[in-house]
């Protein structure tokens, strides 16, 4: 009978030790914000015209009325072959549950149904967009929330840079991140001033393994500016220099964006 008590007392403190854990982690993780990038591919005026006015009039202050106080609206600058092809919208989320119980509002959301009519009742023969993939991602643990700049300049002369770095393993890609994290990385970007606005790992979407992050600038020579500072600080020489980190990218891709005038950032 002391022996089945002994047992039961290990697996209780097990138990307990595990429920701490569990409530720990989730706690911990809970600080971390999710992303979702939406990209809409348009083939014509018409389609970017009806995107607008239901991102605008409907998506945006319903998302508000959800309990998202910012979302970011995109599109590509004048010289990328993408220019009237793309938009990107950038909704953070304070938790999964936020992200997951979403749909579910907007469908019982009479003011959005009734203000995006347009978009939502499109004909099958003339859509509001070709289609749109979406991408979540969460925050990195040491650049846990979105953060909002904050500039003077015209909405058309802000430059926001969206980055996606894909790995050749899931191994190579966490070492890519811990690069970011703790390594020193995003420390570099805050220090010469580059505006970070997310830093994400994707948890769905294509091209996984992948991070996903976004800086911004007050201009195109601010942009140009900033990165020939981050390519001459001698912390990145150094970092990057290190063989732990060599080949944890496989491959990258930049996209030079400027915010819509009803972004909210």
Do not use: C
């Amino acid at each position: 009978m002391e022996k089945i008590k002994i047992v039961f007392k290990s697996l209780l403190t097990l138990l307990l030790f595990m429920l701490v854990s569990a409530n720990s982690i989730g706690a911990s993780a809970g600080k971390q914000m999710y992303y979702e990038v939406k990209i809409y591919t348009i083939n014509s005026a018409t389609q970017e015209t009806l995107m607008d006015t239901y991102l605008k009039d409907a998506y945006l202050p319903a998302l508000h009325r959800a309990g998202i106080p910012v979302v970011g609206v995109f599109k590509p600058i004048e010289t990328d072959t993408a220019f009237g092809k793309m938009i990107y919208v950038l909704i953070p989320y304070k938790s999964l549950d936020q992200y997951g119980q979403l749909p579910e509002k907007l469908a019982k959301d009479q003011v959005y149904l009734q203000a995006g009519k347009a978009f939502i009742d499109a004909p099958y023969s003339t859509p509001a967009f070709v289609r749109y993939e979406s991408i979540l991602s969460k925050a990195f643990s040491s650049f846990p929330e979105i953060v909002v700049p904050k500039f003077t300049t015209a909405p058309s002369e802000r430059i926001y840079e969206y980055r996606s770095y894909e790995s050749a393993t899931e191994a190579k890609a966490d070492k890519k991140i811990y690069m970011f994290n703790d390594a020193g990385e995003i420390g570099i970007f805050k220090s010469i001033g580059a505006n970070p606005v997310f830093y994400g790992k994707v948890l769905l979407g294509s091209k996984m393994p992948r991070l996903l992050y976004m800086t911004t600038y007050a201009d195109m020579k601010s942009h140009d500016d900033h990165w020939v500072a981050f390519r001459n600080h001698p912390e990145w020489k150094r970092l990057s220099g290190l063989d732990e980190y060599k080949n944890t990218t496989s491959k990258t891709a930049a996209f030079l964006l400027h915010p819509t005038s009803y972004s909210d950032f």
